[in-house]
């Protein structure tokens, strides 16, 4: 399973884009958030079994799908929040 965040069209509901992770994984994306401008998507992938328990912070750029951060945290992520202008994610 590849964990996956979606783009999807507001007018029709329609998938536009998947963004994915580059190996096959058991995490869920437990949050996300889209930069005002719509360039970026702010995904957490929640890791957690009796073997592991890991948040990852993931920045993708929606044009290329790349992820341009990834990042394991040093707790849960509870809540995401972009800027209003973007220029900072607070978890």
């Known amino acids: 399973m590849l964990v996956c965040a979606g783009v999807c069209s507001i007018d029709d509901g329609r998938l536009l884009k ?15 958030d889209v930069t005002r401008d719509g360039l970026y998507v702010i995904a957490v992938e929640s890791c957690h079994s009796h073997v592991v328990s890991a948040d990852h912070v993931i920045i993708y750029d929606v044009n290329s799908g790349r992820r341009l951060f990834d990042d394991t945290t ?5 809540q995401l929040t972009a800027t209003a202008d973007s220029d900072k994610v607070y978890t």
């Open 18 to 32: 998947r963004l994915t992770g580059t190996e096959p994984t058991s995490a869920v994306v437990s949050h996300t």
């Open 74 to 78: 040093k707790g849960y992520v509870v």
